[in-house]
T-cell receptor, first 110, second 114 residues
């Protein structure tokens, strides 16, 4: 099984930078995903990391350290529309099925 | 629109009734997943199909739950003798066949059991 831990809630100011952390424990690793989910809507794919390092995609970046069982999602130039839940999901070796964390609710205020 | 679609979007039913939900995945995706999500939680895996074959079921999936994907295209999820604890958002996702395998989620069916 897997244990995925991420903060329940974070707040940040419009225009600022926020880092959402995710730690995981798994017997074998086959990729980590970040999804964004607005209230009442379906999750949408943001990023995928399978090797150590930083993946940058516009205002969003995701980092992975497999040896530490650690990832973060970095959101720059925050906008009000970034207020959402951010889900970390980990896939075990040999499986197509990601296991999701509880999500981090990000509140962006003016 | 070529995204994942789910019907109905909302379902209110009385305890003990049977309900069936439908998911139409992205046409070229051969993998299809069902998840359940409750407030403040991430999606919980229920079951997974590759083409028409149901390859894995979560132990969360009691014998009241059954899923099918008869022709490897759309899928249905049936819940028999619904209980109040079944109230949740039921999400369907389809997945590309590539190594990254990101999932594309449908809008979900919100079930309320009264």
């Amino acid at each position: 099984g897997q244990n995925i831990d991420q903060p329940t809630e974070m707040t940040a100011t419009e225009g600022a930078i926020v880092q959402i952390n995710c730690t995981y424990q798994t017997s074998g690793f086959n990729g980590l995903f970040w999804y964004q989910q607005h209230a009442g809507e379906a999750p949408t794919f943001l990023s995928y990391n399978v090797l150590d390092g930083l993946e940058e995609k516009g205002r969003f970046s995701s980092f992975l350290s497999r040896s530490k069982g650690y990832s973060y999602l970095l959101l720059k130039e925050l906008q009000m529309k970034d207020s959402a839940s951010y889900l970390c999901a980990v896939r075990e070796e040999g499986s197509y099925i990601p296991t999701f964390g509880r999500g981090t609710s990000l509140i962006v205020h003016p | 629109d070529t995204g994942v679609s789910q019907n109905p979007r909302h379902k209110i039913t009385k305890r003990g009734q049977n309900v069936t939900f439908r998911c139409d995945p992205i046409s070229e995706h051969n993998r299809l997943y069902w998840y359940r999500q409750t407030l403040g939680q991430g999606p919980e895996f229920l079951t997974y199909f590759q083409n028409e074959a149901q390859l894995e079921k979560s132990r969360l999936l009691s014998d009241r739950f059954s899923a099918e994907r008869p022709k490897g295209s759309f899928s249905t999820l049936e819940i028999q003798r619904t209980e109040q604890g079944d109230s949740a958002m039921y999400l369907c996702a389809s997945q590309t066949g590539g190594p990254m395998g990101e999932q594309y989620f449908g809008p979900g069916t919100r079930l309320t059991v009264t």
